[in-house]
Nanobody, 121 residues
Framework: QVRLVESGGGLVQAGGSLKLSCAAS????????MGWFRQAPGKPREFVAHITSAFRTNYADFVKGRFTISRDNAESTVHLDMNSLRPEDTAVYYC???????????????WGHGTQVTVSS
């Protein structure tokens, strides 16, 4: 089974930066896309960014120019560098594993504990 462990969250003032990391178990990391999602209190989970096995990236409009997703296959990790953080970025951030299909990326039907990011005004 897939095991994903997020880390790197914390409390930061508006305009600050954080780097999130996600460690994936198993020996098939290189074959799959990896993505970041977030969920704020009272709101649905939303897509943030993802990176394919070919290192192609995609971002939600609200983070473009501020966040950067990257992966290190040798370390089986995916990262999210977050800059110019805003209070509205406050949420629990989750990573996930996905497989690309003709109809889009299908994400693993399971979520870990995530890592809390809190941005103060």
């Amino acid at each position: 089974q897939v095991r994903l462990v997020e880390s790197g969250g914390g409390l930061v003032q508006a305009g600050g930066s954080l780097k999130l990391s996600c460690a994936a178990s198993g020996n098939i990391f290189e074959k799959f896309a990896m993505g970041w999602f977030r969920q704020a209190p009272g709101k649905p989970r939303e897509f943030v960014a993802h990176i394919t096995s070919a290192f192609r990236t995609n971002y939600a409009d609200f983070v473009k120019g501020r966040f950067t997703i990257s992966r290190d296959n040798a370390e089986s990790t995916v990262h999210l560098d977050m800059n110019s953080l805003r209070p509205e970025d406050t949420a629990v951030y989750y990573c996930n594993v996905g497989s690309s299909t003709r109809s889009g990326t299908h994400w693993y039907d399971g979520w870990g504990h995530g890592t809390q990011v809190t941005v103060s005004s």
